[in-house]
């Protein structure tokens, strides 16, 4: 009898918790691919590896129902390889996203470790998604974890009013001393009308450190279009970049005695496509950055891609990609979470959400 009454009071105990843990969504992805590299100086290399089309991940979303049309809502997502079981973002518990938040019809503020505004309009103009070995952060963005995320972050996103919506975000550098050492600003306006959608994106980073102390600011703008004629999908992306830590570096190989270093001034540009038909999809982009400084190190990437949808969660991917580098660039094809080690690389891989 002590037993049967023991049960009756757990389960009891347990029914609220059960309730208040319903709005708890687990999700994840796992993505594995093979690879293989070539054009590098030490040789080609042949991989088995995680996170080639997105980041393999394992996450935790919910919300709070607070009365008056306001919600409290939250996100924790962890990032790791499938290859080897290691965590991914430097061995960060939550590096790929960690927040919480209030949102209602003014819209949403949320507060933690955030993709930062300018990295979405660029993730949204890559027909890749800023995936496969065609990833757009072969050749656009900046050198640095901080150019996706940003740590310490307050972000605003706005309702949608008329086609137009907006984001704001802003991260303490947290330098004693200093409010502006460190500290990184960034927005986005994105405006949808039918089938084309248009996005503008801008991100500033201080680099005001013990080692680049007075240096100008990282400063990064984009603008993206994308529109869709229903049997093809056109994208379209042009990036100015100016200051120190405002593009991408791959290594610091020499060519005729001038180093390959990262662009303090480059436009870069994009155009790709998505082909659905049925459970088949075809992809393609061609980028190319413009080197404005007087080292003139340019390079163009251009990449191919198939994706075949075994169900609405399982897709097998192929994709190849190559990169020409000009007067001593060095920019090498990775994927969604590596670099690379050459100039040209080809993966096949398997995919599934949960």
Do not use: C
């Not at 049309?69 to 924790?76: D, E, I, M, P, S």
């Not at 500033?204 to 400063?219: F, K, Q, V």
């Amino acid at each position: 009898m002590k037993k049967k009454l023991i049960v009756s009071a757990m389960l009891a105990a347990a029914a609220p918790l059960a309730s208040a843990q319903s709005n708890v969504t687990i999700y994840g992805m796992i993505d594995m691919a093979a690879v293989r590299e070539s054009g590098g100086v030490a040789g080609p290399a042949t991989k088995v590896t995680s996170g080639t089309t997105g980041g393999s991940r394992l996450g935790f979303k919910g919300s709070e129902d607070l009365g008056n049309g306001l919600k409290a809502v939250f996100l924790l997502e962890n990032g790791f390889q499938g290859d080897t079981g290691a965590m991914g973002q430097g061995g960060l518990l939550f590096g790929r996203q960690a927040y919480v938040g209030l949102q209602g019809g003014f819209g949403t503020v949320l507060a933690g470790r955030q993709y930062t505004p300018h990295y979405m309009v660029q993730v949204f103009a890559d027909p890749f998604g800023s995936g496969w070995v065609g990833d757009s952060k072969n050749l656009l963005g900046t050198t640095g974890n901080s150019f996706s995320r940003m740590d310490n972050t307050v972000k605003y996103i706005s309702p949608v009013v008329g086609g137009f919506s907006a984001e704001l975000a802003a991260a303490p550098g947290e330098v004693s001393g200093s409010s502006a050492s460190g500290r990184q600003l960034g927005g986005s306006l994105a405006w949808t009308n039918g089938p084309l959608q248009v996005r503008l994106g801008y991100h500033d980073r201080n680099n005001d450190t013990a080692t680049l102390h007075g240096t100008d600011n990282a400063r990064n703008t984009v603008l993206a279009a994308v529109y869709d004629f229903g049997v093809v999908k056109l994208h379209g992306l042009y990036d100015w970049n100016r200051g120190l830590n405002s593009s991408v570096l791959r290594s610091t190989t020499e060519f005729f005695g001038r180093p390959a270093r990262a662009s303090t001034d480059s436009r870069d540009a994009l155009i790709g496509l998505t082909v659905p038909f049925g459970v088949h999809a075809l992809l393609a982009s061609y980028i190319r950055k413009d080197d404005r400084t007087g080292f003139n190190q340019d390079a163009s990437q251009i990449a191919l891609g198939y994706r075949y949808s075994l169900s609405k969660r399982t897709d097998v991917n192929v994709a190849i990609a190559k990169i020409d580098n000009r007067n001593g660039a060095s920019y090498t094809v990775g994927s969604a979470i590596e670099s690379g080690t050459g100039n040209r690389s080809a993966m096949i891989g398997l995919r599934h959400a949960f």
